[in-house]
């Protein structure tokens, strides 16, 4: 084992040591599990209250009790969980999102309200957005770093549990209201939220009813500029055919698409929550809990494109290595205008109790159901577009921008004394130089999407422990078992079409005839707020009635919603889990224990989904026939187990120290996007030619007519005249995919010298098997993929039987990764009312990705090795002032594919074009400052102003480059300015 591994093991054995010999008191080690919840007022009591709670949980945690949420200047769930050690964020649109928890991503992190999994219809992977869940409802938030054997085990990084409002918690009658107004800089809007949650306890204190209600919009402004998502930027030479002389200077890397993007988002959420708890004696308790979150998403997005990738061979005009400078001709301008109402829905019930019976046994029980809805029903957008453009284009660290540029400036740069394809540029119909308002830009584009997802989760767990209160050795022994089970379901519809190709879906009506062809100039526009925006755009009312009298055209394309880009995201998923599970707690010593168990968890999976291949060569112009191929396929599934030992160790060798240590098994399931069973043939599917007296024999292309195919028959399996390429580039799910599994050590020292000060330093290390990697580019015949393709269903193409196919894209097991790090954690209290609180996360991690994509070692996707949080303040009885800083280090978030493969061909080719190291995508540093001052009027009623980014920090997103693109490359930059927050609580009870 590398000298880094023993490090935390070592460290902890010192300290255990070192403590042990000075003069110790026996402490107490309470075993009582529950929560109990106390409001406190100021910072101080807060923290506290945290702190003591962390004290006696049996696994390793972070917490946050109610009113420390309440105290810092946070939206959301995530945004309050970034001030935590070991947790860093990941924001959309200026708003905490996603949580990473010690350098392992949100796919890492499982998701649970009162102690059961949430289930989420949010994206394809196991990421649960935690922004739909306001703060300020909720009794508790708690991080679970180290489980043990009776917690669910799916959790490599940790498990995030939120606790929803108890009056048995609370233990009295309570009941309050929050009214707050929102204000961001860019929108210039005040929004309001308000919530109400109480406590009653009835009947001698043996029925306690919680509740909890919120209402709030947002409403945001965001500036984006960004690449394009998923194509990589290009080297390029000047090669266009009227330059005077051959270029002789250096090739340079050019992004592949510039687009500044204004997003306008109105966010509502609306969340319930309801703890009923009956404890009619000592013995007995019964509980039934409920929860209901609603978030409305209303986006309306102005996006402006430069399609740098348009110019191709023989347009590239000119390039100047030094500045960046490149200028192009046949490109085009592009400005598209989303409007998307999303919803997401989230419900979570469970039921149970807990009996005390016989001598020391006790039993509890648990019925939980959660269902995930999202539903986006009328995604939509036009698109305008002005084609065979000359532009001038430049890209930095931290920018990207493009510009259309008339032919006579790029012919000064080259000398050249015209230019080809750039015909788009002057004249009645073309771009009009020097105007806001390009009157002439096409109406080119009309896109519809109906998206709905539904994720359920079942599941029923018990519980039985033996508690042995006469024993010197054993504290307890506890065995139990759990059944989940887990369905999902998505259906996407999508049509996007050139309006003009489809008229006769108009049926006539003449409007709709006449804006099938349709000019920008034809409707009401307006100047967006954006400044790296340049032209004007379509009012939202004129886009709006566009779209309602031309939306029957693209709905007339496609009627059966058979078209490729409607099936090949269509998936149905079960997941039924079973787990069963034994451990014990033992004194070891008066201020010493160990719980040692072992839990063994079953995974059943199955998924149906599509074979898609896009066919559309022989479709007629005008006419509602799709010929794109969608075949079910069914069974695909997998099933695995394994046993996950665990132990757990305790020692306060003082009141005043605590030092854990664990070494514990854990495990990850596979995402839905991932394990989902589907097969797509990437593009146009790509047929040869196989009759040997053919002119065209032995050649291949995704138009069949340029090599002697006159119709569909001709390609048939029947007829065997032509077949499919084995360059097709393929892309699978792979349902076979079994979890991931990781060895982890876990130990800390915490020091509570006093209520004012509290140190804490914890180790931890990650070793990651069956790590899943994408593997893309492989070789590989239909009958040794992972899953049954049913090409023998599909009649219109023919496929040669154990032909290898040269570019297939999947995902496997096989790879390993280790993360390790530490996490340092002060805060103090001095007198006059000073204090201070924080933390500091360092970490590394090294992943295997496999040696198709990535020969070397890399850091983990999402892992910063640095996160600080410093809050510094000042309060007394009546005033709280605090300034609240954040500091991340960069993050790794794609890589680039780089096989020996790439490596060979590099080589012979002298330029690094194929291994892509370049095109490693990080996430910038980031540093957010916040304020937040409180004023206790009265005892019942307290003000509060936060002020939220400070620093106006911006998200920089960037390629790593190389020589050849003068170093780093702007990816995507978010610029979400200041928000303000002003508002009251009042107490009633």
């Known amino acids: 084992m590398p000298k880094y591994r023993l490090l935390p093991l070592m460290i902890a054995m010192v300290s255990a040591g070192s403590l042990h010999a000075q003069e110790s008191a026996p402490a107490e080690n309470p075993q009582d599990e529950s929560l109990e919840e106390i409001v406190v007022q100021g910072v101080r009591q807060a923290e506290l209250n945290a702190r003591e709670r962390e004290r006696d949980k049996d696994a390793f945690s972070s917490i946050i009790a109610t009113d420390d949420v309440g105290n810092f200047a946070d939206q959301n769930v995530a945004e309050s969980l ?211 979150t609603k978030y409305d998403d209303l986006d309306t997005a102005l996006r402006e494109y430069y399609r740098f990738g348009q110019a191709g061979s023989g347009d590239i005009v000119y390039t100047d290595q030094n500045s960046g400078l ?64 000359p532009m001038l284009g430049v890209a930095g660290p931290g920018y990207i921008r493009g510009e259309v540029v008339a032919p006579d400036v790029l012919e000064a740069l080259t000398g050249s004394s015209s230019l080809p394809q750039s015909g788009g540029y002057g004249g009645l119909n073309g771009y009009q130089d020097g105007q806001r308002l390009q009157e002439n830009l096409l109406y080119d584009n009309i896109f519809i999407e109906d998206s709905f997802r539904e994720d359920t989760i079942d599941q029923i767990s018990l519980n039985l422990q033996k508690d042995f209160a006469d024993s010197d050795f054993i504290n307890y022994i506890k065995f139990g078992a759990t059944a989940k089970q887990r369905s999902r379901d998505r259906n996407k519809d999508r049509w996007s079409v050139i309006p003009g190709d489809y008229t006769n879906g108009c049926e006539g009506d003449e409007e709709c005839l006449q804006l099938a062809g349709a000019r920008l100039g034809d409707f009401a526009t307006f100047t967006p707020a954006h400044p790296d925006i340049q032209h004007d755009f379509i009012t939202l009312d004129d886009a709006e009635h566009l779209l309602a009298v031309t939306t029957p055209i693209a709905k007339y394309s496609d009627p059966l919603r058979t078209g490729q880009d409607s099936v090949t995201d269509d998936y149905t998923l079960s997941e039924d889990t079973a787990a069963a599970y034994f451990m014990g707690e033992f004194q070891l010593s008066e201020n010493s224990s160990l719980i040692a168990g072992v839990r063994w968890e079953q995974t059943e999976f199955t998924s149906t989904g599509n074979l898609s291949i896009r066919n559309d060569r022989f479709e007629v112009a005008n006419e509602a026939t799709v010929l794109d191929i969608a075949v079910p396929m069914e069974g695909a599934s997998s099933k695995y187990d394994d046993f996950f030992p665990s132990l757990h160790y305790r020692y306060e060798p003082r009141e005043d120290v605590l030092v854990r240590a664990a070494l514990w098994t854990s495990f ?60 097709n580039v393929i892309n699978l799910g792979n349902p076979t995919l079994t979890a991931m599994k990781s060895v982890n050590f876990d130990t800390s020292v915490s020091w509570y010298a006093s209520e004012n000060l509290y140190v804490q330093a914890a180790f931890f290390y990650k070793d990651i098997s069956d790590f899943i990697v994408d593997v893309s580019g492989i070789q590989s015949s239909f009958e040794d993929m992972p899953v049954r393709i049913p090409v023998d269903q599909v009649q219109e193409f023919y496929f040669p039987p154990g032909q290898v196919y040269n570019d297939v894209n999947l995902t496997t097991n096989g790879e390993d990764a280790q993360v390790y790090g530490v996490e340092l954690s ?51 009885n009546d005033f709280s002032l605090r300034f609240i800083g954040n500091y991340r280090s960069e993050v790794l978030e794609r890589i680039g594919s780089c096989s020996q493969a790439d490596k060979d061909a590099d080589m012979a080719s002298g330029l690094p074009e194929n291994c892509a190291t370049w095109a490693d995508i990080y996430h910038d540093d980031t540093f957010g400052l916040d304020f937040k001052a409180t004023y206790q009027l009265t005892d019942n009623i307290k003000f509060y102003l936060d002020a939220i980014n400070l620093t106006e920090d911006k998200s920089f997103k960037y390629f790593d480059g190389n020589g050849y693109s003068r170093g780093n490359m702007l990816f995507e930059s978010e610029d979400y300015g200041t928000s303000y927050q002003m508002g009251v609580n009042i107490k009633f009870m």
């Open 82 to 292: 970034q001030r935590l050690p070991g947790v860093t964020l990941q924001k959309s649109e200026g708003e905490g999102r996603f949580v990473t928890v010690r350098g392992l991503g949100p796919g890492f992190v499982t998701v649970s309200m009162n102690g059961n999994e949430l289930a989420s219809a949010g994206e394809d992977s196991r990421a649960f957005a935690l922004d739909a869940l306001p703060a300020d409802i909720l009794s508790s938030i708690e991080v679970i770093k180290a489980l043990t054997p009776d917690m669910d085990l799916n959790s490599i990084g940790g498990t995030v549990n939120v606790n929803t409002l108890s009056a048995f918690d609370r233990k009295q009658d309570s009941l309050q209201l929050k009214v707050q107004g929102n204000y961001q800089s860019y929108k210039e809007e005040l929004n309001p939220k308000l919530t109400l949650n109480g406590t009653h306890l009835f009947a001698d204190d043996t029925i306690g009813v919680g509740y909890s209600l919120s209402y709030e919009d947002r409403s945001t402004v965001v500036y984006q500029v960004q690449h394009h998502s998923d194509s990589l930027p290009r080297y390029v030479t000047p090669d266009v055919s009227t330059l005077p002389e051959d270029y002789q200077g250096d090739t340079i890397l050019i992004p592949f698409r510039y687009e500044a993007r204004q997003e306008d988002a109105e966010r509502t959420r609306t969340t319930g929550s309801l703890d009923l708890g009956y404890r009619p004696n000592e013995d007995s308790e019964y509980f039934a809990k409920f929860s209901y």
């Open 326 to 389: 490149f200028g192009l001709v046949d490109t085009d301008l592009q400005q598209q205008f989303f409007i998307q109402d999303g919803t997401s829905e989230t419900t979570a019930f469970s039921i149970g109790g807990e009996n005390h019976f016989g001598d020391g046994w006790m039993v509890d029980y648990t019925y939980a159901y959660s269902l995930g809805e999202w539903t986006k029903p009328n995604g939509r957008r036009v698109q305008f577009r002005a084609r065979d453009l």
């Open 668 to 727: 990850t399931r596979p995402s839905f996007n991932e394990a989902r069973a589907f097969a797509e043939f990437s593009g146009r599917v790509i047929v040869c030619n196989d009759i040997e007296d053919s002119l065209y024999y032995g050649e291949c292309s995704d138009a069949p007519t340029d090599i002697g195919a006159q119709s569909l028959e001709d390609l048939s399996a029947t007829s065997q005249n032509f077949y499919v390429s084995p360059d």
């Open 826 to 876: 002060y805060s103090q209290y001095f007198p006059m009312g000073f204090f201070v609180q924080s933390n500091m996360t360092l970490i590394d991690s090294t992943a295997n990705v496999g040696e198709t994509i990535r020969t070397d070692e890399i850091q983990l996707p999402d892992q910063a090795d640095t996160t600080v949080n410093l809050t510094l303040g000042w309060e007394n």
